[in-house]
């Protein structure tokens, strides 16, 4: 379908790309062309010398019965130059319509899930994807994102996520998605997740000092694109930089940020032995610690103290009538 409505445009628009999905693989060859570029999840086949800001966007896609918004669209949304055109078409209806206030409201909202994630303490980290090159660099990355920011961050394997799976955590301040450009969610309207979900590209803006600001920062879709190695990496400053005491005030709560304490290499973290008497050792962990302070920590076993009893046979049938109840 692209290729049939590109043959027809390209007598009009002489200079014309068409883009394809980005279908990231755990092997490390590839047979893209060299030239091809790749962000926001889709490849461009760009000239040499030509910039993808240079170039306007129409974008085909989407359903009329799914009235959310396509995660793919919202990629290119975000990632866009705001001073260049955007239209999309929706096949089913043919509507045309204009994205560029759309857009406008999607990047506000991304300044405000970087304004969360500053605010937040605990982060989940979401693995999405255990098949993609470079994911276990990338996990290990956020982590030490994140305690160098003074947060804690916990690793939670739980497949698609879904408001019901994240709602089992309320523990958690904001959670961070690692998976590939294609895995990303789309923007959920409000009240669907009990907290924010996020993408590295976010939480590296929130907890690096080093990032450039907003307007001048790249809109990184896939997470290797933080890694050393890529071009738009930014090292973490050193803990005796400035840039971790510069004052920041929160656009949301309106307090004051304390700097974050850093942690050296060789600190032992959740692994450091607590002295309790008389001469007694115990393991130091903030996840036993906040679950000891929670008024319920689950079921009860009272070992030794209920008396030992035959097993004895139960009702039969199903809920709505077992067969020692009488009929009503």
């Known amino acids: 379908m692209a290729e049939a409505l590109a043959t027809l445009l390209r007598p009009k628009y002489q ?24 962000c926001f999840g889709r490849h461009f086949p760009l000239a ?4 993808l800001e240079e170039y306007g966007a129409f974008y085909v896609g989407g359903t009329e019965a799914n009235t959310d918004l396509d995660p793919d669209l919202s990629r290119l949304l975000l990632g866009w130059a705001p001073g260049r055109p955007f239209s999309s078409c929706c ?5 045309i319509q204009d994205e560029s206030a759309r857009a406008g409201r999607l990047r506000a909202r991304r300044l405000y899930l970087i304004e969360r994630a ?4 605990v982060v989940g980290l979401l693995v999405g994807t255990l098949g993609v090159a470079r994911h276990r660099e990338a996990l290990a990355h956020l982590r030490k994102l994140t305690q160098a920011a003074g947060k804690r961050s916990y690793v939670l394997a739980l497949g698609r996520p879904t408001p019901a799976k994240l709602a089992n955590f309320p ?75 510069t004052p920041d005030v929160s656009l949301i709560s309106g307090e004051l940020r304390p700097p974050p304490s850093w942690k050296t290499s060789d600190d032992p973290g959740c692994s450091a032995l607590t002295p309790r008497p008389p001469l007694h050792l115990a393991e130091s962990s903030p ?36 067969e020692n109840e009488g009929s009503s």
Request: proline content about 16%.
């Open 287 to 322: 996840a036993a610690s906040f679950l000891n302070s929670r008024s319920w920590k689950g079921l009860e076993p009272h070992l030794g103290q209920t008396p030992v009893t035959e097993a004895v046979s139960g009702r039969r049938g199903i809920a709505i009538a077992y």
């Open 171 to 245: 523990e958690m301040d904001v959670f961070v998605l690692l998976a590939c450009p294609l895995g990303a969610l789309a923007p959920h309207p409000s009240g669907s997740f009990f907290r924010p979900v996020l993408t590295p590209c976010e939480l590296e803006a929130a907890c690096n000092p080093a990032w450039p600001p907003p307007g001048l920062a790249p809109y990184l879709t896939h997470y290797a694109d933080l890694l050393p190695g890529s071009p738009f990496h930014v090292p973490l400053p050193p803990p005796e930089s400035e840039l971790w005491d």
């Open 91 to 95: 096949p089913d209806t043919g509507q």
């Open 48 to 51: 040499p010398g030509r910039r």
């Open 15 to 38: 200079d014309l790309l068409v883009s394809s999905p980005a279908l990231h693989l755990p092997v490390e060859s590839s047979n893209l062309e060299p030239e091809h570029l790749e």
């Open 118 to 121: 500053r605010d937040a303490r």
